[in-house]
């Protein structure tokens, strides 16, 4: 490896370390599983959404990301003297949505959307309920201009601020490069916690109760109807909760699943999201249906634009799907 694939590579780690750690989280006797949920219990109480609040708020389009306030807390995981791992936290802060820590540093979010060289990112700001169910209340929506790596590498060469990369979705391992990262809105979001009471804290659900709740043939068509009337346009968490979709979070807060919409493909990796980045957006593919005996059956496919709903079509391979991932 050379000096400066090496130079970019250590970057994120090291210098997010040192300029926005606030102390070492050591184990002494916890795992680094407990310390990560610790810091995510406390960063999503109801308590602290309602601090980031007003900082949001204030946001305007073409701000700095954290010019009304908001910060973050990245402290390394400390076990013998060697980093094991990362504590991402702010107030109402909803990392597994927004990128990791890696865009944390950046300020960019996770990477969403693409017009040209002009990339779109997110965050996702919210709280839980019940220590189970993520209330999503905004999204911190950012821009920034696309680069080379050569122009990026040029730019820390010579100190310049505000620039950064996000990993690229659906490309495993594969960076975007970029610069004049800012806000590009802040839009509220109306989600309620959601009405089911089969959910509960420390429940384990089992696929046998997910398909008899959300994946039979009838529950199937109760949203097929619902998918057929989605303008295009709505944004993707609008369509979640019109579809009585609720996100439940990890232990930790290192990931998340979507539940609640009836005919959702979400259990098999066959027909879960998948993405296609091209140059006129960041494409994403929803797979709808239902399940006979063990099998998932596919019947509709969902397609998002940077986020926004494209259109509703039939289901169908993905090199069959990937002719309608350019409008």
């Not at 109807?225 to 990890?250: A, N, T």
Request: glycine share 8%.
């Amino acid at each position: 490896m050379n000096t400066k694939k090496m130079r970019l590579f250590i970057f994120p780690i090291i210098v997010v370390l040192a300029i926005f750690s606030s102390g070492c989280a050591s184990l002494h006797g916890r795992t680094a599983a407990d310390i990560k949920r610790e810091a995510f219990e406390k960063s999503t109480s109801k308590e602290a959404f309602k601090m980031a609040e007003p900082l949001l708020l204030k946001l305007k389009q073409g701000d700095a990301v954290n010019s009304t306030g908001l910060t973050w807390s990245l402290r390394p995981i400390n076990q013998g003297g060697k980093v094991i791992g990362v504590v991402a936290s702010s107030d109402g802060w909803i990392e597994a949505m927004s990128g990791r820590y890696h865009q944390t540093f950046y300020r960019f979010g996770r990477f969403y959307g693409r017009s040209g060289d002009i990339a779109y990112g997110k965050h996702v700001f919210g709280y839980m309920w019940l220590k189970k169910n993520l209330i999503p209340k905004y999204l911190l929506k950012t821009q920034a201009v696309i680069i080379s790596e050569y122009e990026y590498e040029q730019l820390y060469a010579s100190k310049t601020k505000n620039i950064g990369w996000t990993w690229t979705p659906g490309q495993k391992n594969t960076k975007t490069y970029l610069k004049n990262i800012k806000v590009k809105e802040v839009q509220r979001l109306d989600f309620a916690a959601p009405d089911i009471a089969e959910v509960r804290v420390g429940q384990t659900i089992n696929v046998d109760w997910y398909i008899k709740n959300f994946l039979t043939p009838e529950k199937f068509q109760e949203t097929n109807q619902k998918l057929k009337q989605l303008k295009r346009g709505m944004e993707m968490m609008d369509v979640v909760k019109s579809l009585g979709g609720f996100y439940v979070m990890s232990s930790t807060g290192e990931d998340f699943s979507l539940w609640g919409m009836k005919g959702f493909l979400n259990i098999s990796d066959e027909y879960k999201e998948w993405h296609k980045v091209a140059p006129a957006g960041v494409f994403s593919v929803w797979g709808f249906g239902y399940v006979e005996g063990k099998q998932e059956i596919p019947n509709l496919a969902l397609i998002f634009k940077n986020g926004e709903v494209l259109k509703v079509v039939p289901y169908a391979p993905r090199e069959e799907l990937l002719k309608y991932l350019s409008d």
